[in-house]
Structure formats: C-alpha cells, structure tokens
C-alpha cells in the first residue's frame, strides 16, 4: 500500500510555468512506476506522463510533449511534473498514480493501483 499527495498546483497565466509534486510514504517508492493524469472539467480523465521505477524511461501525452517533463527522487520517494508554457487547456486537476504491476510503461488509468486526490491547476489567458 502506498499513500500520495500532490502539490504545487495553483492559478498561474498562460505561457507560465509550475511545478507538481507528488509524496508517497512506504518504503518501496522505486517499485513503482509514477503517472501523472488530468482530469478538466466536464471531460474524462487523461493520461499525462509517466515514468518508469529507475527514472530512466519517460513518456508523455501528444499535449504535453516538449512543455511537461516529469522527474522522480526515488531518495526522497517523490515524483515531480514541471510544467512550462502553460495553456488555458491545460487548466483541469493533476492526479499523479503509482503502478506496480512493473508493465512497460503504464499510460491507462487501470493500469494504476494507487492515486493521490489531485490538485488543482488553472491557467489564465
């Protein structure tokens, strides 16, 4: 069982950038490979990137590439979302998710045991 709580979200204007955070507790952090999904408002929730247990492999959403960059310390069992270049259409809550299931590189929210509460992201124009 692992625990996680996001933050770094917050109300920032269009083309700037944030960064998320997300702490999980346990003792086996690097067992899992990290997520980060969105959800806006009125439409399902979507994948954003993830990153494998080593830190090694990362992949992103169509959306997101070359703006997100996703990172872990798995000393600090914390993984992280920097965002640049925001968008007004990036405005939805972020949720980051852990997956043990030691797939390749899990991009379906079924593919994730446990998820934070999210928090939230607004981007103004």
């Known amino acids: 069982q692992v625990q996680l709580v996001e933050s770094g979200g917050g109300l920032v204007q269009s083309g700037g950038s944030l960064r998320l955070s997300c702490a999980a507790s346990g003792r086996t952090f690097s067992t899992y490979d990290m997520g980060w999904f969105r959800q806006a408002p009125g439409k399902e929730r979507e994948f954003a990137a993830v990153?494998?247990?080593?830190?090694?492999?990362?992949m992103y959403a169509d959306s997101v590439q070359g703006r997100f960059t996703v990172s872990r310390d798995n000393a600090k069992n914390t993984v992280y979302l920097q965002m640049n270049n925001l968008k007004p259409e990036d405005t939805a809550v972020y949720f980051c998710?852990?997956?043990?299931?030691?797939?390749?590189?899990?991009?379906?929210?079924?593919?994730?045991?446990?998820w934070g509460q999210g928090t939230q992201v607004t981007v103004s124009s």
């Open positions: 998710a852990a997956s043990p299931r030691n797939l390749v590189v899990p991009r379906r929210g079924f593919e994730y045991d446990y």
């Open positions: 990153i494998n247990r080593s830190g090694g492999l990362t």
